[in-house]
């Protein structure tokens, strides 16, 4: 049997999927793992277009296009730093892959895994981003528990934020 978050990201996946939108996904403290829950599923290639980690600052800038004074300002755990990395990373690889902006959903993740804390944010700081064509949002959470317990929560959180908006 399929935990929820599976589940959830194979309705997300179908349901992307019938509209006709494609998924780009950029990461950093979730290091892989929320493309890894949407490749976990078959067929995830005829909406998932594909990744970038961008764990160190710099390539967040480099990479995804974010601000280089915002990261120096604010860090690379922000709300608008999310913002840019979501649409970063639906404009990069929309471009890449020759399909229309318009189609892509670009969804994104950024905090503070732990144990310590990170530019004055504690463990569990953490911000979800989506930029697609009905306009930019993003969630900020404050999530309990282990480095990897915040990561794990980070996916399952991205993955609820995207079913909100497209289900």
């Given at each position: 049997?399929?935990?929820?978050?599976?589940?959830?990201?194979?309705?997300?996946?179908?349901?992307?999927?019938?509209?006709?939108?494609?998924?780009?996904?950029?990461?950093?403290?979730?290091?892989?793992?929320?493309?890894?829950?949407?490749v976990d599923i078959p067929?995830?290639?005829?909406?998932?277009?594909?990744?970038?980690?961008?764990?160190?600052t710099e390539l967040k800038?480099?990479?995804?296009?974010?601000?280089?004074?915002?990261?120096?300002?604010?860090?690379?755990?922000?709300?608008?730093?999310?913002?840019?990395?979501?649409?970063?990373?639906?404009?990069?690889?929309?471009?890449?892959?020759?399909?229309?902006?318009?189609?892509?959903?670009?969804?994104?993740?950024?905090?503070?895994?732990?144990?310590?804390?990170?530019?004055?944010?504690?463990?569990?700081?953490?911000?979800?981003?989506?930029?697609?064509?009905?306009?930019?949002?993003?969630?900020?959470?404050d999530l309990p528990g282990?480095?990897?317990?915040?990561?794990?929560?980070?996916?399952?959180?991205?993955?609820?934020?995207?079913?909100?908006?497209?289900?």
């Amino acid at each position: 049997m399929a935990n929820p978050s599976e589940s959830r990201a194979a309705a997300l996946l179908s349901t992307l999927g019938e509209k006709g939108l494609h998924l780009a996904v950029a990461e950093s403290l979730t290091g892989g793992l929320l493309t890894s829950a949407f490749v976990d599923i078959p067929g995830a290639s005829k909406v998932l277009l594909g990744s970038i980690v961008a764990y160190q600052t710099e390539l967040k800038h480099q990479l995804l296009g974010v601000s280089r004074p915002l990261l120096q300002e604010q860090g690379a755990v922000d709300a608008e730093v999310v913002a840019q990395m979501a649409s970063g990373i639906r404009v990069k690889l929309a471009n890449k892959s020759g399909i229309d902006e318009a189609l892509v959903v670009g969804v994104a993740t950024t905090g503070v895994a732990g144990p310590d804390a990170q530019d004055g944010k504690p463990a569990g700081t953490v911000f979800i981003g989506i930029s697609g064509p009905t306009g930019d949002f993003v969630y900020p959470l404050d999530l309990p528990g282990s480095r990897s317990e915040i990561r794990t929560a980070s996916v399952a959180a991205a993955v609820d934020a995207l079913w909100e908006h497209f289900q």
